[in-house]
């Protein structure tokens, strides 16, 4: 089945209208060791001529780089490109402390943040048989990644830890507890990658962090994956991790749910034999990559129209494209198939679909895509969001020719009382019929003579409203 990457993302909590924020940091060519005092720091908001200026991430925007040193004054960071290979240019280089205090590295106060977070970068641990090295995304508003204080889990989303051995670092990550002062260990049994964290070694970390209420799809290489609310996917030199037997989500750390992530940092600490540890070559964004679709999903996007949901979709190109799925969910977890819309099979030009859901529930109605081959394989988009707020009084005439019947659709805010008339084009009344409105969807029925035909006007009156439409018989 061929797969064609999506081109334009209009899915999930792209349509809120945030404008899309990637960037690296791989800390240039520069040399040197930066002078920072015992529990301060150096932070590339301000020029710190004459030592080494911080280098920020390409193209900046809010976001500070900030070096914090230990207290008592311990270890020291450096800027290098000599020794370790390992990036692009220099790399920047943590000489751990030996006390319980740490040498802290953060970026904070990254702009147009989300819920949503992919970072990736490369580290290497070199010299040091014991110590901890903490990375951590989280939120910087409580300023824990910002503060001079050692801890920055309290204000994390997703952190990892490694505890450095002599000839291996164990592997383990925060779960949600009361200050998040423990750690879970990470199976090497089921991580066999992870085995390869030993001194000396150089690996690529990646996290995909889903601080929404409701699963994210994310493409990786060309394959799909859903990381779940409020949960987190580690990668390891290319490698998912699992947290358990096929489970793959991470729980999160204690940072509240739904919480806007605008912060990383990398803690070196607790380290008698001074451990050293390099860093470069970060990739940040505030999304995750558009998932994998056998057809090339240009937009998807959903309006209320009145007492429904207009839906349209749009593909620039389709392979083996059979039909779509619409579904249906109030949760976004649980989903009901309400349509089968045929597709254009194998297409390079622009196609346009649409659905009308005329039966929408209270409150936030989720949609998803399911794309169905022929041979019967399937991929479903990310979610859209659409919110079904009932307003005053809303109808709708679903049919004007049904056994000499018109049925309507009426969604009203609350119980209320109503009197429908239907009259002739020329102001005759044809029909009239008293009703009894629940909140939420009505659906009414009302008989009309076997000789009425041509254009007719529905009116419907409330104590408070008056609502009137077109229909044709």
Same mark, same amino acid.
């Given at each position: 089945?061929?797969?064609?990457?999506?081109?334009?993302?209009?899915?999930?909590?792209?349509?809120?209208?945030?404008?899309?924020?990637?960037?690296?940091?791989?800390?240039?060519?520069?040399?040197?060791?930066?002078?920072?005092?015992?529990?301060?720091?150096?932070? $590339?908001?301000?020029?710190?001529?004459?030592?080494?200026?911080?280098?920020?991430?390409?193209?900046?925007?809010?976001?500070?780089?900030?070096?914090?040193?230990?207290?008592?004054?311990?270890?020291?960071?450096?800027?290098?490109?000599?020794?370790?290979?390992?990036?692009?240019?220099?790399?920047?280089?943590?000489?751990?402390?030996?006390?319980?205090?740490?040498?802290?590295?953060?970026?904070?106060?990254?702009?147009?943040?989300?819920?949503?977070?992919? +970072?990736?970068?490369?580290?290497?641990?070199?010299?040091?048989?014991?110590?901890?090295?903490?990375?951590?995304?989280?939120?910087?508003?409580?300023?824990?990644?910002?503060?001079?204080?050692?801890?920055?889990?309290?204000?994390?989303?997703?952190?990892?830890?490694?505890?450095?051995?002599?000839?291996?670092?164990?592997?383990?990550?925060?779960?949600?507890?009361?200050?998040?002062?423990?750690?879970?260990?990470?199976?090497?049994?089921?991580?066999? +990658?992870?085995?390869?964290?030993?001194?000396?070694?150089?690996?690529?970390?990646?996290?995909?962090?889903?601080?929404?209420?409701?699963?994210?799809?994310?493409?990786?290489?060309?394959?799909?994956?859903?990381?779940?609310?409020?949960?987190?996917?580690?990668? +390891?030199?290319?490698?998912?991790?699992?947290?358990?037997?096929?489970?793959?989500?991470?729980?999160? %750390?204690?940072?509240?749910?739904?919480?806007?992530?605008?912060?990383?940092?990398?803690? $070196?600490?607790?380290?008698?034999?001074?451990?050293?540890?390099?860093?470069?070559?970060?990739?940040?964004?505030?999304?995750?990559?558009?998932?994998?679709?056998?057809?090339?999903?240009?937009?998807?996007?959903?309006?209320?129209?009145?007492?429904?949901?207009?839906?349209?979709?749009?593909?620039?190109?389709?392979?083996?494209?059979?039909?779509?799925?619409?579904?249906?969910?109030?949760?976004?977890?649980?989903?009901?198939?309400?349509?089968?819309?045929? %597709?254009?099979?194998?297409?390079?030009?622009?196609?346009?679909?649409?659905?009308?859901?005329?039966?929408?529930?209270?409150?936030?109605?989720?949609?998803?895509?399911?794309?169905?081959?022929?041979?019967?394989?399937?991929?479903?988009?990310?979610?859209?969001?659409?919110?079904?707020?009932?307003?005053?009084?809303?109808?709708?005439?679903?049919?004007?020719? +049904?056994?000499?019947?018109?049925?309507?659709?009426?969604?009203?805010?609350?119980?209320?009382?109503?009197?429908?008339?239907?009259?002739?084009?020329?102001?005759?009344?044809?029909?009239?019929?008293?009703?009894?409105?629940?909140? %939420?969807?009505?659906?009414?029925?009302?008989?009309?003579?076997?000789?009425?035909?041509?254009?007719?006007?529905?009116?419907?009156?409330?104590?408070?409203?008056?609502?009137?439409?077109?229909?044709?018989?």
């Amino acid at each position: 089945m061929k797969k064609l990457a999506a081109i334009l993302i209009t899915l999930g909590f792209a349509t809120t209208g945030y404008t899309q924020t990637t960037w690296n940091l791989n800390f240039g060519i520069g040399t040197g060791q930066f002078v920072i005092a015992a529990n301060s720091a150096i932070e $590339s908001s301000v020029s710190q001529s004459p030592n080494l200026d911080v280098p920020t991430p390409s193209p900046s925007s809010t976001q500070v780089v900030r070096l914090r040193m230990s207290n008592p004054i311990s270890g020291k960071f450096e800027l290098v490109n000599t020794g370790a290979t390992i990036g692009s240019g220099s790399r920047l280089k943590i000489t751990a402390p030996t006390s319980t205090s740490s040498n802290k590295f953060s970026i904070y106060n990254i702009g147009a943040t989300t819920k949503l977070m992919r +970072v990736r970068f490369k580290v290497r641990f070199d010299a040091g048989t014991n110590g901890e090295q903490i990375f951590s995304v989280g939120n910087n508003d409580g300023g824990l990644f910002y503060s001079n204080g050692s801890g920055i889990v309290d204000g994390g989303f997703a952190s990892m830890q490694w505890n450095l051995g002599a000839s291996k670092h164990a592997f383990s990550y925060f779960k949600n507890t009361s200050s998040n002062n423990s750690t879970t260990a990470i199976s090497e049994a089921l991580n066999p +990658v992870i085995a390869g964290f030993t001194p000396n070694s150089e690996h690529t970390i990646e996290v995909f962090c889903n601080n929404t209420a409701i699963p994210m799809q994310y493409a990786s290489g060309s394959t799909n994956y859903t990381v779940a609310a409020g949960k987190w996917h580690i990668w +390891v030199n290319g490698t998912q991790l699992f947290s358990a037997a096929a489970v793959t989500d991470f729980d999160a %750390g204690i940072l509240g749910a739904n919480t806007n992530l605008n912060a990383i940092a990398f803690n $070196s600490k607790s380290s008698t034999t001074q451990a050293i540890t390099y860093l470069d070559d970060f990739e940040y964004t505030d999304f995750l990559p558009a998932p994998v679709l056998p057809v090339t999903l240009v937009s998807f996007q959903g309006n209320k129209q009145a007492a429904a949901i207009a839906l349209r979709w749009a593909t620039a190109s389709e392979v083996n494209n059979s039909h779509f799925l619409v579904q249906k969910s109030a949760d976004g977890t649980t989903f009901e198939t309400i349509a089968r819309i045929k %597709g254009a099979g194998t297409s390079n030009q622009l196609n346009n679909y649409y659905f009308t859901d005329h039966s929408p529930l209270q409150g936030t109605n989720y949609f998803r895509l399911t794309q169905v081959d022929f041979d019967g394989k399937s991929t479903s988009s990310n979610l859209i969001a659409v919110n079904f707020g009932l307003g005053d009084i809303a109808m709708k005439v679903l049919t004007g020719n +049904v056994n000499d019947k018109i049925e309507l659709i009426v969604s009203a805010e609350q119980d209320q009382q109503g009197t429908l008339d239907i009259f002739t084009i020329n102001g005759g009344k044809a029909a009239t019929q008293k009703l009894s409105l629940q909140k %939420g969807n009505n659906r009414i029925s009302v008989a009309l003579p076997s000789s009425a035909k041509g254009v007719f006007v529905a009116s419907l009156q409330t104590s408070q409203f008056l609502v009137k439409t077109k229909f044709v018989k």
